[in-house]
């Protein structure tokens, strides 16, 4: 059973910057992994940020960013926004299967 | 404009029948590997299983938990992906969210499964 580890909490102020990062029971994450990033915010449904480590969609604010960063997955946010609180999850690929992250609380305070 | 709309979910009890549809429109749904994701009351995201493309095999994939119970199948020339799960538990209530591949990265607004007796 492949677990995907993330942060479960992480507090920012305004204006600063924050890297999240998910982690794989099975060694190092690569690109092989394509990580994926979404976003949820409450009531509703999740959206796409982050494909394939890096790839950001039409809709994807330029202060999120994706990489890999010591052996995991990692989304930044440079200059965080108010409207950025929200459950982040991660997603690596394995083959046959997918696999998503617990989530990270991100609270802006 | 992309749209993804998910119908079917209710109330069943153990031991029932579900199906899901996804409604597609507004991009080349036939070229998409479509996803159904769950995510159970206050919990997180549990990916469901995955059908590919005709061109690539149209192979579909399953998570542990929905293996063997659940079936997924998609009409391109209806636009719609199904789910057509079996043997319902109780631990399979959740909202199930219709979604694309991260590539186009689209998700419908999700149907309530609730399972109990």
């Not at chain 1, 409207?83 to 802006?108: N, P, R």
């Not at chain 2, 690539?56 to 079936?71: E, I």
Request: aromatic share 10%; with cysteine; glycine share 14%.
């Amino acid at each position: 059973q492949t677990v995907v580890t993330q942060e479960p909490s992480l507090t920012v102020s305004p204006g600063g910057t924050v890297t999240l990062t998910c982690a794989s029971s099975t060694g190092a994450v690569t690109s092989g992994n394509y990580p994926d990033w979404f976003q949820q915010k409450p009531g509703q449904a999740p959206r796409t940020l982050i494909y394939r480590t890096s790839n950001k969609h039409s809709w994807t604010p330029a202060r999120f960013s994706g990489s890999l960063l010591g052996g995991k997955a990692a989304l930044t946010l440079s200059g965080v926004q108010p409207e950025d609180e929200a459950d982040y999850y991660c997603q690596l690929y394995y083959g046959g299967a997918q696999v998503f992250g617990g989530g990270t609380k991100l609270t802006v305070l | 404009e992309v749209q993804l709309v998910e119908s079917g979910g209710g109330l069943v009890k153990p031991g029932g029948s579900l199906r899901l549809s996804c409604a597609a429109s507004g991009f080349a749904f036939s070229n998409a590997w479509m996803n159904w994701v769950r995510q159970a009351p206050g919990r997180g995201l549990e990916w469901v299983g995955r059908v590919k493309i005709k061109t690539d095999g149209g192979a579909t994939d399953y998570a542990a938990p929905v293996k063997g119970r659940f079936t997924m199948s998609r009409d391109d020339s209806e636009n719609t992906l199904y789910l057509q799960m079996n043997s319902l538990k109780t631990e399979d209530t959740a909202v199930y969210y219709c979604t694309t591949g991260t590539y186009e990265g689209y998700w419908g607004p999700g149907t309530l499964v609730t399972v109990s007796s």
